[in-house]
């Protein structure tokens, strides 16, 4: 009897926190049905209208180049993936393996990156970029974001690889395989889970973006999605359920992506927590 109530509450504990995580998209669909004068009055229905939901998300994406913002928020987002997974997984192999004057220096200095708030650094980039060329291009966004998104990865995929004997490395050795080929054929299939992670990771932090983008992309057809977003937000008047619309059009691709690869991501952080 005890164990049986235990497990009905643990259920109703669980479908308690499904529905708080869901509300927030529950009410970004409700508010996505009602005008802003609808809103402000009071006149809200708990049941959205589908119809009125339709007509919400053409009109959003009607006079604006959404698909367009859309496709520029994919490009800096695997952008920034692809750059700082290639560069934090030498960058990771290199702490966990080899022992090298400053080594722990280094390490904390890629840690204390995390401490800077982005718009600190937003002059100095923006000087830099002006210099290069790189003002009004995504290929700017993608590095500015993967300066902030390559050191978490790299610290999950060192606490990773601090999990993979080194024997397994000495074995692949003494069969035959060459140094160069023990990183892409031994290592990585192993610790394959957090590869995921920090990708998911850094997936998110260009596909976010917002603050770099909004001092360093003029040109609106280059703007990503979260700018584009931002745009609708006018001066007098705000229609709240374009907003609402936008706003959702420009989520359910990262829901999605985060519904398919959620249990990579558990997988893949809690890997190297537990060694023996």
Not at 30 to 41: D, I, N, P, R, V
Not at 46 to 51: A, E, F, H, S, T
Not at 85 to 107: E, N, P, Q
Not at 171 to 196: F, K, M, N
Request: with cysteine; net charge neutral.
């Amino acid at each position: 009897m005890t164990s049986r109530l235990g497990s009905v509450m643990r259920g109703l504990g669980v479908t308690v926190l499904v529905a708080l995580a869901g509300f927030p998209i529950y009410w970004l669909f409700t508010t996505a049905t009602h005008t802003t004068g609808e809103l402000f009055g009071g006149h809200v229905h708990l049941l959205p209208d589908l119809g009125r939901f339709a007509t919400s998300m053409r009109d959003a994406a009607s006079g604006v180049p959404m698909l367009r913002w859309l496709t520029n928020s994919a490009v800096v987002a695997f952008g920034t993936t692809l750059l700082s997974l290639a560069m934090a997984i030498l960058a990771a192999y290199a702490l966990s393996r080899y022992r090298f004057r400053g080594k722990g220096v280094f390490g904390f200095a890629l840690f204390a990156t995390q401490m800077l708030p982005e718009a600190l650094l937003v002059v100095p980039l923006y000087s830099i970029f002006l210099t290069f060329g790189l003002l009004d291009n995504l290929g700017g966004l993608v590095l500015s974001d993967t300066a902030f998104a390559m050191p978490v990865a790299v610290w999950i995929l060192k606490s990773a690889m601090d999990g993979v004997p080194p024997e397994i490395e000495e074995s692949a050795r003494v069969d035959g395989c060459p140094r160069y080929a023990i990183l892409p054929q031994i290592v990585l299939p192993l610790i394959a889970p957090s590869i995921a992670a920090a990708a998911v990771i850094t997936f998110f932090d260009g596909w976010n973006e917002y603050l770099f983008a909004n001092t360093f992309i003029t040109d609106e057809r280059k703007w990503p999605a979260s700018k584009g977003l931002a745009s609708f937000v006018g001066e007098f008047v705000t229609p709240l359920n374009h907003v609402m619309a936008a706003a959702l059009i420009f989520t359910l691709p990262a829901i999605v992506f985060f519904l398919f690869v959620q249990r990579r991501i558990v997988s893949g952080l809690t890997a190297g927590s537990v060694k023996g």
